[in-house]
T-cell receptor
Framework: GDSVTQMEGPVTLSEEAFLTINCTYTATGYPSLFWYVQYPGEGLQLLLKATKADDKGSNKGFEATYRKETTSFHLEKGSVQVSDSAVYFCALSPGNQGGKLIFGQGTELSVKP | NAGVTQTPKFQVLKTGQSMTLQCAQDMNHEYMSWYRQDPGMGLRLIHYSVGAGITDQGEVPNGYNVSRSTTEDFPLRLLSAAPSQTSVYFC???????????FGQGTRLTVV
């Protein structure tokens, strides 16, 4: 079945460092891909998404490109801030299945001043 | 805008007790889902609904029951709580496939 694999955390970075969180997926059809972020004690919020191959999603300085050839959707940010500390989830939506999402295990990011 | 509202935020149950986790959304979304979040496992789908009167099982449905009598509400029932159901539960809604899912704040459930 469809699945998502993320790099394991926790990831600890200094402020202004470059961030990459790897995400690869397995899917039989043409899924949409998402990154969600969870701040402490809160629910998940959409960070960015891409609905077809070669699409780039971007928001708040974060970017991810839907790579069908490598089945990847890696999250990047050029300069992280302390306020980016959170848990990041990569997810796919298979489509035509009631909006359901399949999540990776999550990567905890901690940014130190 | 209330968005997706879950109640309660915290709950402690004894093994064998039953309870209902409430979820309501005010965005007129057709699609609603329940997930559980466990350490190192991400979120896993319990049940989902594509509209009033229609529900289906997700990845981990055992021990849980749902119904969808209105567009707004999608309660999750634990029939006989077990320690393995200790988790954080999230309700989500979305307008249609491939659109943003909106999540509630979560319910932290402990079964002792």
């Amino acid at each position: 079945g469809d699945s998502v694999t993320q790099m394991e955390g926790p990831v600890t970075l200094s402020e202004e460092a470059f961030l990459t969180i790897n995400c690869t997926y397995t899917a039989t059809g043409y899924p949409s891909l998402f990154w969600y972020v969870q701040y402490p004690g809160e629910g998940l919020q959409l960070l960015l998404k891409a609905t077809k191959a070669d699409d780039k999603g971007s928001n708040k300085g974060f970017e991810a490109t839907y790579r069908k050839e490598t089945t990847s959707f890696h999250l990047e940010k050029g300069s992280v801030q302390v306020s980016d500390s959170a848990v990041y989830f990569c997810a796919l939506s298979p489509g035509n299945q009631g909006g359901k999402l399949i999540f990776g295990q999550g990567t905890e990011l901690s940014v130190k001043p | 805008n209330a968005g997706v509202t879950q109640t309660p935020k915290f709950q402690v149950l004894k093994t064998g007790q039953s309870m209902t986790l409430q979820c309501a959304q005010d965005m007129n979304h057709e699609y609603m889902s329940w997930y559980r979040q466990d350490p190192g496992m991400g979120l896993r789908l319990i049940h989902y609904s594509v509209g009033a009167g229609i529900t289906d099982q997700g990845e981990v449905p055992n021990g849980y029951n749902v119904s969808r009598s209105t567009t707004e509400d999608f309660p999750l029932r634990l029939l006989s709580a077990a320690p393995s159901q200790t988790s954080v539960y999230f309700c989500a809604s979305s307008y249609r496939d491939n659109t943003e899912a909106f999540f509630g704040q979560g319910t932290r459930l402990t079964v002792v």
